[in-house]
C-alpha cells in the first residue's frame, strides 16, 4: 500500500500534512498564523471513527479563520478507504 503523508495521522493533533504545503502544521500554528496574506489550509483530520478534510480560510468579515469540516470516507490525495471496514449499512 502507499504511503502517503496526507492521510498518515502521527501528528499529535491527529491530523495529516497539511495538502497545500505537504508539511505538518499544528492545528494552533494555522490559526495563529497571519491569514491576512490570503493563506488557505487543508488537512485530514482523525475524530474518533470518522474523518473529515478540513479547510481553513479567511472570513472576510470577521477577520479571522473560517473552519469547514467535510466528512470523508476515502482519503482525496491517494484514495485510501479511511473508515473502518465494518460499517453498519
Ligand atoms: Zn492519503
Not at 490570503?38 to 479571522?64: C, I, M, P, R, W
Request: proline share 2%; hydrophobic share 25%.
Amino acid at each position: 500500500m502507499t504511503k502517503c503523508i496526507y492521510c498518515d495521522f502521527n501528528h499529535p493533533d491527529h491530523i495529516g500534512a497539511e495538502i497545500y504545503s505537504g508539511e505538518y502544521i499544528s492545528e494552533t500554528e494555522m490559526y495563529d498564523s497571519e491569514w491576512s496574506d490570503g493563506f488557505e489550509y487543508a488537512y485530514l483530520k482523525q475524530k474518533n471513527d470518522y474523518f473529515v478534510l478540513v479547510t481553513l480560510h479567511t472570513d472576510n468579515e470577521f477577520y479571522s479563520w473560517d473552519g469547514d469540516e467535510t466528512d470523508i470516507k476515502f482519503c482525496p490525495m491517494c484514495g485510501r478507504r479511511l473508515e473502518s471496514e465494518d460499517d453498519d449499512d
